[in-house]
């Protein structure tokens, strides 16, 4: 283990990190694999059509009741509020055209034929590895929930559209208007006309209000929890990808292989309280040599490759703002660069000269080349 990490050379702290950091993603490629032919087992073993069956009848529940009884919920008078019957009307016969269709075509397509092609595509795909199998699923719920996405994408585009016109009616009254241009606001001298204008717009505004308002939270709530179970898929795959295999398997095959160099400290004796009074020779010393843990390497600033950044806005400041929440998995591809090849290269001789070791020169003749 020591000439696979060190490479038979000098130690030198950085390719020694990245080295650590190219056996890590090996491993948990390996484990990945590993995990995948287990699901493979399972579902070669348990899995049916019965498996399928509940998948339909949570599509049917969600589609075909809940949000449709949304829709009929909205429409009326929800939380006693009198919103605007003609435009909650319009939206919610919308919806409900929408979700109906789709829960349809969903019915028709979810035979035996198309169940048996996706337990045939879930098999295939967890040959392939855990990650791989996980991302099918998050495909999945994505494609499942493209008929809510569009009626919220919708209506959040409606809710920004009200918070913008809001916005403008109240800096109009105010005999201001926001320069784009400058991007700041400025005063204007407005007409009677434009007033007038404001005013109507501004009642349309106010009255429509509470109907989208209503229509955006209860969307925006629905959306949250598709979001919640693709997010916790991607923190699964994202899990697989990141986990700590290696160092967990280093420490528990030799915990002395992998370390930060020897440290020597002094220490004095300890001794009871009489005994100190009673001592009058000099104090004696203990020394302590000790070798010093190792702490995981951060695979991410090793290869190149960092962390997103999350300078961006957050979900809920989206959500207030009206800017549409997509689904956001959070992966990252992965480039090889020239010093990573480099590396590989270099790992794998190291490999050779393990395997020349432990099984002659027979076997490290196989690898030479």
């Given at each position: 283990a020591a000439l696979l990490l060190r490479g038979g050379g000098q130690p030198s702290p950085g390719v020694d990190r990245r080295r650590l950091a190219l056996l890590q993603s090996v491993l948990a490629a390996a484990c990945d694999v590993g995990l995948g032919f287990m699901i493979f087992g399972l579902l070669h073993t348990y899995a049916s059509l019965d498996l399928v069956e509940p998948c339909v009848l949570l599509h049917?529940?969600?589609?075909?009741?809940?949000?449709?009884?949304?829709a009929h919920w909205l429409m009326g008078?929800?939380?006693?509020?009198?919103?605007?019957?003609?435009?909650?009307?319009?939206?919610?016969?919308l919806c409900i055209y929408m979700f109906s269709v789709w829960e349809g075509c969903?019915?028709?397509?979810?035979?035996?034929?198309?169940?048996?092609?996706?337990?045939?595509?879930?098999?295939?795909?967890?040959?392939?590895?855990?990650?791989?199998?996980?991302?099918?699923?998050m495909d999945i719920v994505s494609l499942s929930a493209r008929p809510l996405l569009i009626a919220y994408g919708g209506v959040a585009r409606c809710w920004k559209m009200f918070l913008r016109s809001l916005y403008t009616?109240?800096?109009?009254?105010?005999?201001?208007?926001?320069?784009?241009?400058r991007s700041r606001v400025d005063h204007h001298n407005f007409d009677l006309e434009e007033?007038?204008?404001?005013?109507?717009?501004?009642?349309?505004?106010?009255?429509?209000?509470?109907?989208?308002?209503?229509?955006?939270?209860?969307?925006?709530?629905?959306?949250?929890a598709v979001i919640a179970v693709y997010s916790a898929l991607s923190a699964l795959v994202a899990w697989c990808n990141k986990a700590p295999f290696f160092p967990l398997v280093l420490r528990l095959a030799d915990p002395l292989v992998w370390h930060q160099g020897a440290s020597l400290s002094m220490r004095p004796v300890c001794r009871p309280p009489e005994a100190a009074v009673a001592?009058?020779?000099?104090?004696?010393?203990?020394f302590f040599l000790e070798l010093k843990p190792a702490a995981r390497p951060r695979c991410d600033?090793?290869?190149g490759s960092g962390a997103p950044s999350s300078g961006g806005p957050s979900a809920v400041s989206r959500l207030l703002g009206g800017d549409a929440v997509h689904l956001w998995h959070g992966l990252e591809e992965v480039v090889c660069d020239e010093d990573q090849e480099e590396l590989i290269g270099t790992t794998l001789r190291c490999w050779c000269i393990a395997l020349r070791a432990a099984w002659g020169a027979d076997a490290g003749s196989l690898w030479s080349s």
């Open positions: 049917r529940w969600a589609y075909g009741r809940k949000l449709i009884s949304l008078a929800p939380a006693d509020f009198k919103l605007n019957s003609e435009f909650t009307s319009f939206l919610g016969g969903a019915r028709q397509l979810c035979q035996t034929l198309v169940g048996k092609a996706l337990l045939t595509s879930l098999r295939l795909c967890s040959l392939c590895g855990a990650t791989f199998f996980l991302a099918l699923c009616l109240l800096l109009l009254f105010q005999g201001k208007k926001y320069n784009t241009l007033l007038l204008m404001g005013v109507v717009l501004l009642s349309v505004v106010v009255f429509l209000f509470p109907s989208i308002f209503m229509y955006y939270m209860c969307l925006a709530g629905a959306w949250l001592a009058t020779s000099a104090p004696q010393l203990n600033a090793a290869d």
